[in-house]
Each structure stands twice: as C-alpha cells, then as structure tokens.
C-alpha cells in the first residue's frame, strides 16, 4: 500500500518541514513496530490459554507489549527473532499452566523482557535427572525455568518478578552443538582422543579450542579443551589427559560441543520468590546482576542441590558483576555461589536468614566489599558463614559480617561457624575449572581478606572460627593475608579468630574482641609454616597453639610511649648509689626504641665494670651465627665531673635490658670502670636500639 506522511510521522532527517514522500510498507513492516498480544487474541482475563497468540504476536513484531491483566500459557514461548522487546504495560502476570516448562526460551541476541510478573504452577514437583530429559546436552533443558537464554548474547531482564519456578533466569552460554550416537560398544575415548562418528566430520578450526563433554547413560565427563582435529581419522585430541571411557552394554555416548560463551547479560531490578536458583548458569561472559531482591530461595522443585539465589555452575566464565543484591532467606545454601570465573566483582551482597553469603570456587581475579550474612543458622543443620571460598586465587575482600541467629546451636563439629572459610582443592574438575584454565588446577594463593566481623550473640556457647584456613597436601594454601577479625557480643563463647593447616607464608594480623570470650586462642596445626600471627598488646587473653614449623607470634603496635629509670650499676658491687636526676624516656615503633637518659650521682657505691640498666625492652638477640659477643652500639651525649681517659661509647649486649660504657681502640674494646666516676658524675645520652619482638 501506499502512504502520505509528513516530517512529524518520520520523526525528522533531512526532508523540509511541509514536505511529502511516498513510501511503500507492508502490513508485515508495520508490525514490527510495537504490537499488543491482544491483537493476535491473548485474554488478559487468564481464563483461556494465550500460549499461541503470544508466540503469534513475538513471531510477528520486533517489540511485543502486554496490556494489563493475567495471561494464561500452556507451553514455552520461543524467541528467535533478534532485537525482540517484550514489555508489561502496567501489571502483567504470564501465569503458567503446564510442568515442567519455561515461559519465555530465548535463542536469539539483542533481546529484552520488561516489566513482567512470571508465576510457575502451584505444585511442588520432584524432577527426574535422566538422560532423557537431556537437551543440548543439558538436563536444566527440560526444567521450569522463567526465562531460558540458550547461546544468546546482549540480553536485559528488568524489572521482572519471578514465582514458583526451578530457576527465574537460566544462562546457557555458549553456541552448543550435540551429537548422539548408538553404537553401544567400543572404546572411542582414549586419555587423550576421542574417535567421532564419520557424520559428525568437522573442519579444523570449527574443533581446535574449543571444549568437548562426553555425556553417556551413566554419567558425564567434564568439559575439556581440543587441542587438535584429525579429519583423515576423525579425531579430536585433548590439551591434557582425560579419563577413558568404554562403553558396555546397552550405553551409548551422547557429547557435545561447547564453542564459547553468551555475552552482554543484565539482570537488573528484579524480584525472585520460592523458587531454587534466582539466576543460573555457565559460561558467560560481561554477566551484571544488580539491585534485585530474593525472597524466599528453597528446594522447592529438586532435592539433589542446594538452592542459591545466583549459581554461576562453572565451565568458562569472565567478567561477571554483582552488586547491591538482597536474599531474605535461603536457608540451606549459601545466597550468593560463583564457580569459575576469572574477573568476579562482588559489592554489598546482603543476606538473612541463610546458611551464608557467597561461595567463590575456582576462581581468579576476584573483588569484594561488604558482603553480609545476618541472623545466619537458624536451622542448626549448615555451618554458619560469610565466604566460603575454594581453589581460587588473586582474591580481595574486605568488609564482611556474619551474625548467628539467636536460635542457633552447634549440633556437630562441621557445623561449627565461620566467618571465612579458605578451602584448598586438588580437584582439577572442581567446578569445570578445567574448562577455563586447562588442566591446571587453582591453588588458593594471593588471598587477601580484612575486616570481618562476627556476632556470636550472647546465648551462644560453642565454637567460632574468625578464618579458617586449610589447604592440601599437594596445594597448600599460600602467600595470603587475613587481617582485623572482631568477635562481637561473644562473651560465652569459644573463640578461635585463627585456625591454620596445610598453609604456607601466611599474616593473621590483629584479631579483636569487644568483651572477652570464655575463651580465645589461635591454632597453627602441624601442617601450618612460615605463618606470622600478629596480636594488639591489649589481647593477651589469646593463647597460642603452634605445632607447626617456622611460625611466629608477635604483638604489635604502630606506636608507644614511656619513661624508664636508668641505674649505675658496678659488676664487682652492684652498688646502692643515690642520685639528684635520675631520668629517661623512650618511643617504640615495631622493634625500634629510641631512649633519652640523664643520670646525676650524690654518692657512688658502685665498683667494677659500670653499666647502666633498666632499658624498657630487652634487646634482640639477632642471629646465632652473629655470635655471643655481637653489640648494638649508640653514644654518650655529655658529661662532666668524669676521669674518662677518652670518649667512650654505649654498647648495647645481645639479649639484655643495660649498656655498657667502654673504650673503643684499634684493637678492641676496654670497660668503663668506677674508677672513671666520681660521686657528682653527670652524664645525658640518647641512642636507639633494635628490641626483641613484643611476644612470648
């Protein structure tokens, strides 16, 4: 058809004001402007089912909008179309009908769901986890999720609530490809190669990096990195070794290529209520989960994982984002779980009411600030917890808190709670972590956590773990630091701020307290080196457990003050001398004192060798291979009323609280005697000296 349309219907360009065009649009071009599903039939009452109109309307037009009302479906609505909106105009509920199914599965890019209320059915259904729900290689395929992204890249959920389902927003990154084959025999898979049916035959670069995952009728194998395709043999060789797999029986293999990740993915100003996983998936990558709010998070619809209000489940993840985010309860998992990921930034993730706040599991790059697990336990059946973290690496957070609910009592040893828990892992497959960084397993290292608090509450008597920290045999947990773990409101309880086994060169500095706890102690296990525990001179209710090796425990403080009372004392005779000035000052900061002195005879009694004791801190007693006779040395500032033969120096002995007063000559040293004194002797000094580490 033809049309007339001035400039205010094109919306300017370059045509004159008043101007006209003729311009050709069809009836299918209009449409892809914005459409109502009410136009294709859709009943806003809900009495009907609208599962065809909808489809209808999103096959038709680019953007789709929903008048108010509640829309009944019976299936999954696809959305193939690239650059598809849809969008609830006013309050809009897609109720759905049938189980398990999703409301909206989504394979193209470019799309956005708006302003929607999406409620699953009302029943409580256990899932099968059977091969034959399997689709793309995938059981997740056939469970209800809300919104199913399958390799779909610049995808937007906002302002969406989500009800009732196994999972509100599903990622299936990647542009998957999946063979089945039904030779039931063989042994296709080697530890390096596995054999392809002659139909699955590939280019080269289609195969070369990219991952496999053989799945068969028993179980799956992770994914793993092809190095090489052989098309005269059909082969695809692996980076690393794999585990062979034979087949017997009635098996047969099922794989699946996985070529990379979905992309550009903003999850924003959502609502999740009784569902299993707020937002749940793998390989993504520029993933943004922000300002939504998780109600109740349960095992509503599986029993064989724990719930999470986000699961990033592993395979190769970069560049994820979570921020400002809310989980009133999640009670037996933790709120918050990202399985590796290189490039995590996490910020003001609260929760209560759950077993903890988040778990980092291999992962590397990771950033974190205020993450807050409140009123945590109240079950009594988990372990209490802030971070859960494992075979991750390059790892700061800082500002985290755990309160246990009042209710809370510790049934066994496991489920003591923790304000962080640093897990290592030899498990290369651990969460896919052999998907983004090859065979090569994560060791927890260059972890730097600070400020963690933990509110033990009154009432609570059992045990709590500021940072616990254990490693492997083969990777120790290594070069990290925990610094500023406080105890609040935990004066009935035991408290251990460290705990230490199977690490390596790691700072624990500074715990804290408010009032005192039954107990306090912090343990270095057998397998715990090269560790410094660093404690504030007020906790001296800490005890110390070492029974590791090359461990040290200091007290510290950035700077004090004081005065010290310097007395003449003869080697021979110790001597009662009395004195008109008898003064001295000093400043500590860390190891090095800095002492003032003045010291003014009435009567000398002293005989022998003359010292001048009462330094506020023993002196450091170096190395042994210095040798007994090594001496810090400082200088005598003035003095009168003396018979000193020359200016002699102030030498201060390994291991002592005195000086010494001697001659220094070409060929050695010769002692200040009582002889060079008389009974008016003045004498003002000041030097610094190196003390022993403020321990026990």
């Known amino acids: 058809m033809t049309k007339t349309r001035d400039l205010a219907d094109l919306g300017g360009g370059f045509i004159q004001v008043g101007a006209t065009v003729n311009m050709q649009r069809t009836v299918e071009e209009k449409l892809q402007d914005v459409v109502s599903v009410k136009d294709f039939g859709a009943d806003p009452t809900g009495d009907t089912d609208s599962t065809e109109a909808i489809q209808a309307a999103i096959n038709a037009a680019n953007h789709v909008v929903f008048p108010t009302g509640t829309y009944s479906i019976n299936n999954a609505i696809t959305i193939s179309n690239v650059g598809t909106t849809v969008e609830g105009l006013g309050t809009v509920e897609i109720l759905q009908q049938a189980y398990p199914q999703h409301v909206f599965f989504i394979t193209a890019s470019n799309c956005s769901i708006k302003g929607l209320k999406l409620t699953g059915v009302p029943t409580k259904t256990l899932l099968s986890e059977t091969l034959g729900t399997r689709y793309y290689g995938d059981t997740q395929r056939a469970k209800s999720s809300a919104i199913y992204c399958y390799g779909s890249d610049n995808i937007n959920v906002s302002n969406c609530q989500f009800k009732k389902f196994v999972t509100g927003v599903f990622l299936k990154g990647g542009d998957d490809i ?31 990096g990219a991952y496999i995952r053989i799945l068969t009728n028993d179980g799956s194998y992770g994914p793993a990195r092809i190095s090489d395709y052989d098309s005269a043999t059909n082969t695809v060789t692996f980076t690393t070794a794999t585990t062979a797999i034979t087949l017997t029986g009635s098996n047969q293999w099922n794989y699946i290529l996985i070529k990379g990740r979905s992309k550009n993915l903003v999850i924003r100003d959502n609502s999740f209520d009784l569902i299993d996983f707020g937002t749940n998936g793998a390989n993504v990558e520029n ?71 988040t778990t980092i599991e291999g992962c590397r790059n ?21 971070v859960e973290l494992t075979a991750s690496e390059k790892v700061y957070l800082t500002n985290l808190k755990l ?4 209710d809370y009592s510790q049934t066994s040893s496991d489920y003591r ?30 972890v730097y956590i600070s400020n963690i608090v933990v509110d033990a509450g009154s009432s609570y008597t059992g045990v709590v773990y500021g940072c616990k920290v254990v490693g492997t045999a083969t990777y120790p947990v ?41 107990s306090s102690s912090v343990l270095l296990e057998a397998n715990c080196s090269n560790t410094t525990v660093l404690l504030l001179p007020d906790k001296s209710a800490f005890t110390f457990t070492n029974t590791g090796s090359n461990n040290t425990l200091i007290y510290s403080t950035p700077f004090t003050r004081g005065t010290w009372t310097p007395t003449i004392v003869g080697s021979t005779v110790a001597g009662s001398n009395t004195y008109s000035s ?21 009567n000398l009694a002293s005989t022998g060798n003359i010292t001048i004791s009462g330094l506020p801190y023993t002196s450091d007693n170096f190395d042994a291979s210095s040798g007994a006779a090594y001496f810090q ?38 002692e200040v005697t009582h002889a060079e004194l008389t009974n008016t002797t003045n004498m003002t000094f000041s030097f610094s000296y190196k003390a022993l580490p403020l321990s026990y």
């Open 417 to 446: 709670p923790v304000g962080v828990d640093v897990v290592g892992s030899d498990d290369i497959a651990r969460g896919d972590i052999g998907t983004m960084l090859e065979a090569n397993p994560l060791q927890v290292s260059e």
């Open 366 to 386: 990771v950033t974190g600030n205020n993450l807050t697990c409140l009123l945590s336990g109240s079950t009594n059946a988990f372990q209490p917890q802030v």
């Open 403 to 406: 309160s246990l609910h009042p």
């Open 287 to 357: 993933l943004t989960i922000e300002d939504c709010i998780y109600e109740t998070i349960e095992q509503t619809q599986q029993t064989n994982a724990r719930p999470h209000s986000i699961y990033l489940t592993g395979g190769d993840n970069r560049n994820v984002r979570a921020s400002s985010l809310m989980t009133y309860s999640c009670q037996a998992g933790q709120a918050y779980k990202f399985v590796a990921v290189d490039g995590l930034f996490l910020s003001d993730l609260d929760s209560y009411d759950s077993r903890g706040s």
């Open 478 to 518: 290594i070069d990290s630091t925990f610094d500023s773990v406080a105890l609040v409101d935990g004066d009935n309880c035991i408290y251990q701020p460290f705990r230490g086994n199977l690490c390596n060169n790691i700072k624990f500095r500074n715990p804290t307290y408010d009032t005192t706890p039954a």
């Open 582 to 602: 008898q003064l001295g000052d000093w400043m500590r900061m860390g190891d090095l004192v800095y002492v003032t002195g003045r010291v003014t005879l009435t």
């Open 633 to 670: 040395g400082g200088e005598l500032g003035d003095y009168s009323n003396v018979n000193f033969t020359s200016v002699p120096v102030i030498r201060v002995p390994r291991n002592s609280t005195a000086v010494r007063l001697s001659y220094q000559g070409t060929t050695g040293v010769s």
């Open 178 to 208: 999946s063979w089945v084959t039904n030779d039931g025999q063989g042994s296709r898979m080697t530890s390096t190669t596995f054999v392809l049916n002659a139909v699955d035959s590939q280019v080269d670069d289609y195969w070369n």
